[in-house]
């Protein structure tokens, strides 16, 4: 993995491609590069680093074609080298770029090897070029070439192929990896992201799972998993090429934790009528899956794990209903016992998170009957994949740290609470006040916004630090364990979060001037107890930085200092308290001097195991 992207066209491509490689930027890569046919000869550019590497590469010796596919690359197999980066080209005949794992390569490569093929990387990618040449020799199309091939594969992949045997056909194909077909007028494109080909169209195609496409100035044809010729419905988008842009921001990642307050309301927008929620908002029959449930189990991955935690709380004390909570990759690798009539709950960003689909697909296979998922974007494989749905609409997250896509998964999360819980103990008045706090949100968070410069000064002394803690209670601890994989992800600082009653069984063993200790401290049940966990960390001459409600009298300790938060319902608050974790984190890994929006070795949407 990570970017794709490719096209055909009666104008040179290169420009385009070139555009679309830097649209996919923020997904996070190490090598960049792309191939043309032009006079039956495949020309090809790679750089180490970032696509300006490429682009000048490019514009000191230019090349050009009409037909062409480009990649950027984030390390699976390999370390990030030149020979390692997409795409790769058998014999001067075929390219490919490649997304995804091949899981069966080093098979593959044996036998090629003795077939007498030389391998130029040490890529998975690689056998895919060689087996794609090998077939044309007994093939009479490239196309036929390709579904030989991918019949060999086994793992997931997302393709772009061009052979100068076939210099007018450009072939797609994905499976477990996105992948859409942009349509503009006599020309088509392809890519891992809609975002990559804003500039040039906003109709899709977005293939299904063992889908090929053949693809020509004159149209395409689509062949299903059963090579059946199929048809796939054109989608309008409703992004725009600005919709991506940082606009008057620093970074993509300040942006959109200022976009917050909006990507809540548009959350919210449309699901009340009359201040009731609607269930309809979660498919049309949302309300008789709801009445047949008896058990949550929720399966994500990293921020969403932590959206998840912060639900199973709110399942359980507001909702009345046993839910379970696991990371999605350990779950489809255990033999794990499922209730009967349990609602599988996934959540994901993009919707692609190879773990999290593949966890929903192996509850499938265990009899579970019903599914939801929380996901932002609306034609992913998640969202095919699952009975109901209910979308996040944070718009395009382009930083690799999640900031708006979890706030308003948290949002959304809620209304399924109080979907459910109509149904066991959630009584009519508590729904109206959750409601009623729904509804402040966005203007709670513009007020912590607000905090935005005092939280600035403190960042100040995280610079030299090595390591942090975070410390938080009930629906707070996994507000804690976001703040510190915010901290951690952008500023490189190694941090970990903890129950703060867990105190005392180790990690007060770390406490002394050097670590920091970051601490989340609404107003609710658990505030006595951890006002004593502070003192226990004040009392070994631990620095604190506590995030209170503003409600609050704050004790007179030169070890602590307080950051005053607006007053806000219980229920909700895990929302707001996050944001000044986001802001912590942002200004601490501008101060370190890191890629904020592109952190090292992270990619934004982890497609691959």
Not at 2 to 26: D, H, M, S, T, W
Not at 535 to 558: C, Y
Not at 594 to 602: A, E, F, G, K, M
Request: hydrophobic share 40%; proline share 4%.
């Amino acid at each position: 993995m990570c970017g794709i992207v490719a096209g055909i066209a009666q104008r040179n491509v290169v420009p385009i491609l070139l555009e679309g490689l830097k649209r996919l930027e923020y997904r996070g890569y190490d090598s960049a590069g792309l191939a043309v046919i032009n006079n039956q000869q495949i020309f090809r550019k790679r750089e180490l680093g970032k696509v300006k590497g490429l682009e000048t590469l490019l514009e000191a010796d230019p090349i050009s074609g009409h037909i062409g596919i480009a990649h950027t690359r984030w390390a699976t197999h390999g370390k990030p080298s030149m020979a390692n980066a997409h795409p790769h080209i058998c014999r001067n005949k075929v390219a490919v770029v490649h997304n995804g794992i091949i899981e069966n390569h080093e098979h593959l490569r044996e036998v090629q090897q003795k077939n007498g093929y030389e391998f130029t990387s040490e890529t998975d990618t690689e056998v895919i070029v060689h087996e794609i040449y090998h077939a044309m020799e007994s093939t009479d199309s490239l196309l036929n070439a390709v579904k030989y091939t991918v019949k060999k594969l086994d793992g997931a992949y997302a393709l772009g192929i061009i052979s100068i045997e076939d210099p007018d056909t450009l072939i797609a194909c994905r499976k477990g990896s996105p992948l859409v077909i942009g349509v503009g007028i006599g020309e088509y494109f392809i890519a891992s992201d809609v975002a990559a080909l804003l500039p040039v169209t906003q109709r899709f195609i977005f293939l299904e799972d063992g889908d090929i496409a053949s693809i020509t100035i004159d149209g395409l044809v689509i062949y299903d998993r059963n090579e059946q010729i199929v048809s796939r419905s054109v989608i309008e988008s409703q992004l725009t090429a600005d919709s991506v842009d940082k606009g008057e921001y620093r970074h993509y990642m300040l942006k959109e934790i200022y976009e917050q307050p909006f990507a809540i309301s548009q959350a919210l927008e449309g699901r009340f009528i009359n201040n009731r929620l609607q269930e309809n908002a979660f498919g049309h029959n949302a309300a008789e899956v709801f009445d047949n449930i008896k058990a949550i189990q929720i399966l994500a991955c990293g921020t969403s794990y932590h959206a998840g935690i912060v639900a199973r709380y709110w399942f359980e004390e507001l909702a009345g209903i046993p839910c379970n909570i696991e990371v999605a990759s350990e779950f489809r690798y255990r033999s794990p016992m499922l209730a009967p009539d349990t609602l599988i709950v996934t959540i994901s960003q993009s919707g692609e998170t190879a773990d999290t689909l593949a966890a929903l697909l192996e509850a499938k296979k265990l009899g579970a009957k019903y599914s939801i998922a929380i996901c932002n974007v609306p034609e992913s494989s998640l969202v095919r994949e699952s009975d109901l749905v209910l979308m996040t609409r944070a718009g395009p997250e382009i930083g690799v740290a999640s900031t708006k896509a979890f706030t308003t998964q948290l949002a959304t999360l809620m209304l399924l609470v109080i979907a459910i819980g109509r149904r066991f103990q959630l009584s009519e008045a508590v729904e109206q006040n959750i409601t009623s706090e729904l509804f402040s949100l966005p203007g709670k968070i513009e007020k912590v916004l607000q905090l935005d410069d005092e939280i600035k000064v403190l960042a100040e002394q995280f610079a030299e630090k090595q390591h942090a803690l975070f410390l938080g209670r009930g629906t707070h601890y996994p507000i804690a364990m976001e703040g510190a994989l915010k901290l951690k992800e952008i500023s490189y600082i190694h941090a970990e979060a903890y129950p703060a009653g867990e105190l005392k069984h180790g990690p007060l063993a770390l406490i002394d001037a050097d670590m920091p200790v970051v601490t989340v401290a609404p107003n609710n049940s658990l505030l006595e107890k951890l006002k004593s966990n502070i003192q226990e960390v004040s009392a070994r001459g631990g620095q604190l930085i506590v995030f209170m409600d503003e409600t609050l009298a704050a004790a007179n300790d030169e070890n602590v200092q307080i950051v005053k938060i607006p007053q806000v319902g219980n229920d909700i608050s895990p929302i707001v308290y996050t944001v000044p974790l986001q802001l912590l984190a942002y200004h601490v890994a501008v101060l370190k001097g890191t890629d904020v929006d592109q952190p090292r070795n992270l990619a934004k949407s982890v497609t691959v195991e």
